[in-house]
């Protein structure tokens, strides 16, 4: 059996499984946990794979370490999203983390990610530092008055005019702004950040332009993901790009986690990781829209022809190949 991603109108992407672990419709999404050959257990959302077994903490290494080791003490840390408690996990991996607040619309979906996704959140959410919502992202910033050190976004993609794009906005980050306290950075996932998609990356790095004085775009090959996967930071007054040295990283690692902490991440890779070819210099100066609540973003295809009934997510028999 093969589980069959429609990445875009155009490309399929086929896991093959050994089995489904869980199918469920939850009051938001669907949601599929399968046992994939190549990359483990994974989670989809809607059909789009979110993180799999076998490289899940490279990419939440990638989404969180950057701005936690940025910031010179992270005692407030809110997260938006980050259902399977991996972000969680990479968030308290901190000594001086006091209170991690992670805020989740679906929990039906993190329930299921709390039984079948054991080694993502590793006991998180049993942590006593951890403080869990179960609600509207945006609307918990909105009404939240507390102060934070470094805030993380780590939400589905964000698709046409869908209910995720409310959190992808100029004005949903005005307000994670006026949530930071000063030298506060922002971290979000950027969408994918290749030479073949790009646009909407860069949408997301003009609109954090509009709200923030300083913002970075770092990018990463995620296998699972099969694509090159971008990240952003944005800060007032912290400069993404003063974490410039690897051996400046690699002593901040050495002071702030326990030395078997992390998997991939070292002060070469995240050092690389923000040097981009002169194709992705180029579409990163380029101008064009942002994303707005008063606006209708619509993502921009890199094909001219689509077909607009394709679907998201099916599975498929083994014998599908001809």
């Not at 959410?125 to 008055?145: C, K, L, S, T, V």
């Not at 993502?299 to 077909?307: A, H, W």
Request: aromatic fraction near 10%; hydrophobic fraction near 40%; include cysteine.
């Amino acid at each position: 059996m093969y589980v069959v991603e429609m990445a875009d109108p155009v490309d399929r992407y086929h896991y093959r499984v050994k089995s489904i672990l869980c199918s469920q419709k939850t009051a938001f999404q669907s949601v599929v946990i399968a046992d994939t050959y190549n990359h483990g257990v994974a989670l989809y959302l809607d059909g789009v794979i979110q993180s799999a077994a076998h490289d899940e903490d490279l990419y939440h290494e990638m989404l969180v370490q950057p701005a936690m080791l940025l910031h010179e003490k992270p005692a407030d840390v809110l997260i938006i999203g980050g259902g399977e408690g991996a972000t969680l996990r990479e968030v308290l991996a901190h000594r001086t983390v006091r209170k991690a607040v992670m805020v989740d619309i679906d929990q039906e979906a993190v329930e299921l990610c709390r039984l079948h996704l054991t080694e993502w959140h590793c006991g998180a959410f049993e942590d006593p530092r951890a403080e869990i919502h179960f609600r509207d992202g945006r609307e918990f910033i909105e009404n939240d008055d507390r102060q934070y050190d470094v805030v993380i976004v780590d939400v589905v993609d964000m698709l046409d005019n869908g209910p995720a794009q409310r959190l992808y906005t100029r004005q949903f980050y005005e307000l994670i702004k006026k949530r930071l306290r000063p030298g506060g950075i922002l971290a979000i996932q950027g969408l994918e950040f290749s030479i073949n998609h790009w646009k909407d990356h860069t949408a997301l790095r003009r609109t954090l332009q509009t709200v923030f004085a300083n913002v970075g775009s770092y990018h990463l090959n995620i296998p699972s993901f099969l694509c090159s996967w971008g990240f952003l930071m944005a800060s007032d007054r912290i400069d993404a790009l003063d974490l410039v040295s690897p051996l400046d990283i690699e002593g901040r690692i050495s002071a702030k986690l326990d030395p078997d902490w992390l998997d991939h991440l070292t002060g070469e890779l995240l050092h690389a990781s923000f040097c981009n070819c002169r194709e992705l210099k180029l579409y990163l100066s380029l101008p064009g829209p942002i994303v707005d609540d008063d606006d209708r973003y619509v993502r921009l295809p890199d094909i001219q022809e689509v077909d607009p009934t394709w679907e998201r997510l099916r599975l498929v028999r083994d014998d599908w190949w001809p």
